[in-house]
């Protein structure tokens, strides 16, 4: 249980005793210094510890805010300051520091819990200050200073305050207009009850695993209840992060847990179309695979510019295209506009929704293909300007995350350590310029040629090679974040094409199983690096083969094998690589959950 250590004269009629019990403190009183380094030192180490002035005057969620968010090792407000177990030195050596020095830090204040941030800070501690915004936290002097902290508090709203802050900040326009609204009343009544954000984003999935039973069933009456329920998946799934803001349940499995159903529940929703589609006697899971290909790109996408883009020297606003759409977001229509155009997962699964009730899966899929190519052509090519118009300084540590995300396998890296001299000599665009190149010709001699010929194989052989040159050295180029998007287009396209000319019956759903497994590896290695966790391990990588190498062994055994022999080796990849990645990826994450990794909270991908 935390503990909250109550520091100075408790003063007549305050109530801050009994909210830092609402909190979940345990609540001890010190008289000066050197009885709160003594109460201090009790706390177990392994507990949260905050000293609070016990002339505080504040709203009870600026005390929530400032001691009780999990994702922080030190955090304080005026009048308060807590550390988390990993915190607890820090906090310690100023607490030390300014009971030897008997109060007397640079900073000139009269309660204890400011001069231990004070010292904290002086040590180059990383102390999170909340924004408060219109909470109200002070330690008033006198009397007439608390009274007119009183009314500042009475003046405002806890709790509406509160309720705004559980929603996101930056959304689209379905999302703030239509489900946001309400939403975070669904959210408020969760924690009311005990629910964490966890099991509603658990209830999210299953929904939208429900839409997606519907949707296969071939009916109108299935199709109109799809729809349906994936509005009310996505109205869960809004609520996962409203309920996580309100009550600050923030942890690193639950990031986790929000980012992959997200991707499971499209992509389910997408076999189910498919399969409701030809129960109808429409084939359409081409065009369902292509939707999954094109949208995991599309994401890739955003993953590679943001983190070639971590700890940039460049200063704000060096391009001419960030300033232009600077200049467009002071005009206010045209923020929504831009936000509605990139379809984000409110629009997306609007527009997914309404489809599906009225018309047919595959008027859904071409509607979706559309407006999903439309939206990665706006994003990248903004993306390929700012970075070529930009001046920046690439750090090694986003050099480093291009390298993971690529998932290069042992072919490559072979490769690449026998490439390194020709790859120094090569001008700075060299290695999206390769990627392109070799993934181009691999996926169009596998769309061009005849099912069981040679040529794939030889394309993919060179593909082997082109990988290689790509990632020969570090990606440190205005445009090397290309190279894991151009790498994933390659690999996932190539499957498609050869499921596609294959011919057969089952070939296509084989075909979609093994793309969403492979996807989710490669997810689950953009969350590890989110969450500061580091790549997926290397046995991992080379288990799988790495991109180069599966799309090799594919192209073999297009080879190799008749058609439905073909379609077999395509869902045995599949369940193989499910198998493996899946069983890495949970053991990793609840492990990382027990032993207290820092909590992350995710706000997820607007897309």
Not at 273 to 296: I, K, S, Y
Not at 462 to 485: E, I, M, N, Q
Request: hydrophobic fraction near 50%; aromatic fraction near 8%.
């Amino acid at each position: 249980m935390p503990t909250a250590i109550l520091t100075g004269q408790p003063v007549p009629g305050s109530s801050i005793e009994s909210e830092l019990r609402s909190l979940g403190f345990d609540v001890q009183y010190a008289s000066g210094a050197a009885d709160t380094e003594t109460l201090l030192a009790r706390v177990p180490a392994a507990e949260r510890v905050a000293v609070v002035d016990a002339r505080f005057v504040g709203h009870p969620h600026a005390l929530r805010l400032g001691l009780t968010d999990p994702r922080f090792p030190l955090s304080a407000v005026p009048g308060a300051v807590t550390a988390r177990p990993e915190g607890r030195q820090a906090l310690t050596r100023a607490m030390a520091r300014e009971n030897s020095a008997g109060g007397g830090t640079a900073l000139a204040v009269d309660n204890l819990a400011d001069r231990i941030t004070a010292a904290l800070d002086a040590d180059g501690a990383d102390v999170h200050r909340p924004e408060l915004g219109s909470l109200v936290a002070a330690v008033p002097a006198d009397p007439q200073a608390r009274n007119e902290a009183r009314q500042a508090v009475a003046a405002v709203d806890d709790e509406a305050v509160r309720l705004k802050s559980a929603v996101k900040a930056r959304d689209g326009f379905v999302t703030t207009f239509a489900i946001s609204p309400y939403s975070r009343y669904i959210a408020r009544w969760c924690a009311r009850r005990g629910l964490t954000p966890n099991q509603v984003t658990t209830a999210s999935l299953l929904t939208a695993l429900i839409a997606a039973g519907c949707a296969a069933t071939g009916t109108r009456g299935g199709f109109v209840a799809a729809g349906v329920l994936l509005i009310a998946s996505f109205v869960l799934d809004c609520t996962d992060g409203q309920l996580a803001r309100y009550s600050l349940q923030y942890s690193t499995l639950g990031a986790w847990l929000d980012a992959t159903f997200d991707r499971a529940k499209e992509y389910a929703y997408y076999a189910g179309l498919a399969l409701g589609a030809a129960r109808g006697g429409d084939d359409v899971w081409a065009l369902a695979l292509g939707a999954m290909v094109l949208q995991t790109c599309r994401h890739v996408v955003d993953f590679s510019f943001n983190e070639a883009h971590v700890g940039s020297t460049a200063a704000a606003n060096t391009s001419p295209t960030a300033a232009l759409s600077d200049r467009l977001d002071s005009v206010g229509w045209t923020v929504w506009v831009r936000r509605m155009i990139v379809l984000p997962i409110g629009e997306r699964w609007a527009m997914i929704a309404v489809l599906t009730a009225v018309a047919t899966p595959r008027i859904t899929f071409y509607a979706l293909l559309i407006g999903c190519a439309f939206a990665a052509t706006y994003t990248t090519a903004g993306r390929v300007l700012r970075s070529l118009t930009r001046k920046a300084t690439r750090t090694d540590r986003a050099a480093t995350a291009l390298a993971d995300l690529a998932d290069s396998g042992p072919l490559a890296e072979a490769g690449a350590r026998s490439l390194a001299g020709t790859a120094r000599r090569l001008p700075a665009f060299a290695a999206p310029a390769v990627a392109l190149l070799g993934g181009a010709a691999v996926v169009a001699t596998a769309a061009l040629t005849d099912f069981g010929g040679p040529w794939p194989l030889v394309a993919a052989a060179a593909y082997v090679v082109t990988s290689s040159l790509a990632v020969a050295r570090p990606l440190k180029g205005a445009l090397d974040w290309l190279v894991p998007p151009f790498f994933r287009a390659a690999e996932y396209l190539t499957v498609l094409a050869l499921a596609a000319k294959a011919d057969v019956n089952g070939a296509l759903p084989a075909a979609f199983g093994l793309v969403a497994a492979v996807a989710y590896h490669h997810y689950d290695t953009v969350y590890r690096i989110r969450g500061d966790a580091g790549a997926p391990p290397a046995w991992l990588v080379r288990t799988a083969g790495g991109h180069e190498g599966r799309t090799l062994v594919i192209t073999a055994l297009a080879v190799l094998l008749t058609a439905t022999q073909f379609k077999v080796a395509l869902t045995v990849l599949a369940v193989a690589v499910a198998l493996v990645v899946l069983a890495e990826s949970i053991r990793f994450w609840v492990a990382a959950h027990k032993v207290g990794a820092p909590a992350v909270h995710d706000e997820g991908e607007p897309a």
